[in-house]
T-cell receptor
Framework: GESVGLHLPTLSVQEGDNSIINCAYS??????FIWYKQESGKGPQFIID?????DKRQGQRVTVLLNKTVKHLSLQIAATQPGDSAVYFC???????????FGEGTQLTVNP | NAGVTQTPKFQVLKTGQSMTLQCAQD?????MYWYRQDPGMGLRLIYY???????DKGEVPNGYNVSRLNKREFSLRLESAAPSQTSVYFC????????????FGPGTRLTVT
């Protein structure tokens, strides 16, 4: 079936560096994408989303890039801080869909 | 606003026991969802309710039932718990359908022995 997956299960960066978390999706009908952050012992928390009519969207210290040609999504975090340490999930949804499909997640560790 | 609340936070069951996980949201959201998350894995959809009065199966519905009690509340029931249902369960809600972000509760950690 259709799936959403991540290239890197773990990512370790130094405090102050920029982080890039990647996500591949296979459902060509997906047109809404979203990134969540999950800290240990907590529920996922919304970070940023993007629709397929855009290829870039920026938030506070975060940028999401969408490449529909190769079905690839990435989350960039600028000046990564220890508080950014968490598992990051991408998720996708079809136009006619009523539910999100989540990827497996990437563990981001920020070293002081 | 409390957002999405879930009870209980932790639960231990013996195989064959039943229980109901409770979820409530105070954001006037139309859609509600139940997910399970196994160690080191992503979220898998169990059941969802696109609007009050409707429920639909997700990816892994076997062994579960749901009730959309009213617009605020969406419960998940395990009729006969099995060790394979040991997991963390998250409830989520959102205002509309596609294109709206989901808000998640803090989760219920369930262990079935």
């Amino acid at each position: 079936g259709e799936s959403v997956g991540l290239h890197l299960p773990t990512l370790s960066v130094q405090e102050g560096d920029n982080s890039i978390i990647n996500c591949a999706y296979s459902n060509s009908a997906s047109d809404y994408f979203i990134w969540y952050k999950q800290e240990s012992g907590k529920g996922p928390q919304f970070i940023i989303d993007i629709r397929s009519n855009m290829d870039k969207r920026q938030g506070q210290r975060v940028t999401v890039l969408l490449n529909k040609t190769v079905k690839h999504l990435s989350l960039q975090i600028a000046a990564t801080q220890p508080g950014d340490s968490a598992v990051y999930f991408c998720a996708e949804e079809e136009t006619s869909g009523s539910r999100l499909t989540f990827g497996e997640g990437t563990q981001l560790t920020v070293n002081p | 606003n409390a957002g999405v609340t879930q009870t209980p936070k932790f639960q231990v069951l013996k195989t064959g026991q039943s229980m109901t996980l409770q979820c409530a949201q105070d954001m006037n959201h139309n859609s509600m969802y139940w997910y399970r998350q196994d160690p080191g894995m992503g979220l898998r959809l169990i059941y969802y309710s696109a609007s009050e009065g409707t429920t639909d199966k997700g990816e892994v519905p076997n062994g579960y039932n749901v009730s959309r009690l009213n617009k605020r509340e969406f419960s998940l029931r395990l009729e006969s718990a099995a060790p394979s249902q040991t997991s963390v369960y998250f409830c989520a809600s959102r205002w509309g359908g596609q294109g709206y972000e989901q808000y998640f509760g803090p989760g219920t950690r369930l262990t079935v022995t």
